[in-house]
């Protein structure tokens, strides 16, 4: 079923069908939809590693995108969601 808030709907799938959560995909699909593949794809790769962060900047990143129950989440929980997410 299409879904209209979605630009690329076939990109989206293969996000999906690679473990991508929803809003990741939906993102990434939107985004390359609007600008382009090869513009979305030159944006990528340029965060610092999770596993680089402390476990209080890994808490304020899960904030800002807004991660739940990450007040009782380890370092390690916290790399995991924000991966996920």
Same mark, same amino acid.
């Given at each position: 079923m299409p879904n209209s808030?979605?630009?690329?709907?076939?990109?989206?799938?293969?996000?999906?069908?690679?473990?991508?959560?929803?809003?990741? @995909? !939906? =993102?990434?699909?939107?985004? @390359? !939809? =609007?600008?382009?593949?090869?513009e979305v794809g030159k944006r990528g790769g340029k965060a610092g590693s999770y596993d680089d962060m402390t476990k209080d900047e890994l808490y304020q990143r899960a904030k800002e995108i807004g991660v739940d129950g990450r007040s009782d989440m380890?370092?390690?929980?916290?790399i995991e969601a924000l991966r996920n997410h």
């Open positions: 808030s979605i630009k690329n709907e076939k990109m989206y799938e293969e996000l999906r069908d690679e473990g991508n959560s929803k809003e990741k @995909a !939906a =993102r990434i699909a939107n985004a @390359a !939809a =609007r600008d382009g593949k090869g380890s370092k390690d929980e916290l």
